[in-house]
T-cell receptor
Framework: DTAVSQTPKYLVTQMGNDKSIKCEQN?????MYWYKQDSKKFLKIMFS???????INETVPNRFSPKSPDKAHLNLHINSLELGDSAVYFC??????????????FGPGTRLTVL | GQQLNQSPQSMFIQEGEDVSMNCTSS?????WLWYKQDPGEGPVLLIA?????ELTSNGRLTAQFGITRKDSFLNISASIPSDVGIYFC???????????FGKGTRLSVIA
């Protein structure tokens, strides 16, 4: 199926640990994103990569480090996890035409719980 | 940063009723998108609007791009139980800026 996929779906870990979330898209898009959705369901962009280059880096603690090995993959590594990092993290992708953003397609989300 | 004001925050309606929700901004937007999020899933794109005044339908859903470019609405006709979920408006402000989301409208349908 053509889609944006994320692994794992659920991630439960202890405070202070380091964890990674993986994202892959087979839609042929050139831009990928990470969003954080808090308990009130508010969606906020964290990062965006276009052709493996970082183009958006919102005010996110530097414990969060995205890595894009190729256009189809964008992984999110989180160091020294804190309680406040508990949220649902969504990966998304889109095609960027003429330097402009276009509609984004989302993965199923990774629910991170930090204990 | 730019914000979208989405209303209502939540709605409880009877099955078969029509639903209307809207999104407003204090600044101009180039594109309006409407997404639906089911529990435990990611947002799914319902309708994309690209021009002021544009009216687009997707089955029982109809959305319009306001002529001032500062608002958009989504209507759902003859609601059914599977319409339950959170509906998000989102938009691209003028210029090359990332997607901005509204805070969502949580829809509950009573059978």
């Amino acid at each position: 199926d053509t889609a944006v996929s994320q692994t794992p779906k659920y991630l439960v870990t202890q405070m202070g640990n380091d964890k990674s979330i993986k994202c892959e898209q087979n839609l042929g898009h050139d831009t990928m994103y990470w969003y954080k959705q808090d308990s009130k369901k508010f969606l906020k962009i964290m990062f965006s990569y276009n052709n493996k280059e970082l183009i958006i880096n919102e005010t996110v603690p530097n414990r969060f480090s995205p890595k894009s090995p190729d256009k189809a993959h964008l992984n999110l590594h989180i160091n020294s996890l804190e309680l406040g990092d508990s949220a649902v993290y969504f990966c998304a992708s889109s095609r960027r035409l003429a330097g402009r953003y276009n509609e984004q397609f989302f993965g199923p989300g990774t629910r991170l719980t930090v204990l | 940063g730019q914000q979208l004001n989405q209303s209502p925050q939540s709605m409880f309606i009877q099955e078969g009723e029509d639903v209307s929700m809207n999104c407003t901004s204090s600044s101009i937007f180039n594109t309006w998108l409407w997404y639906k999020q089911d529990p435990g899933e990611g947002p799914v794109l319902l309708i994309a609007l690209y021009k002021a005044g544009e009216l687009t339908s997707n089955g029982r859903l109809t959305a319009q791009f306001g002529i001032t470019r500062k608002d958009s609405f989504l209507n759902i006709s003859a609601s059914i139980p599977s319409d339950v979920g959170i509906y998000f408006c989102a938009g691209f402000p003028s210029g090359n800026t990332p997607l901005v989301f509204g805070k969502g409208t949580r829809l509950s349908v009573i059978a």
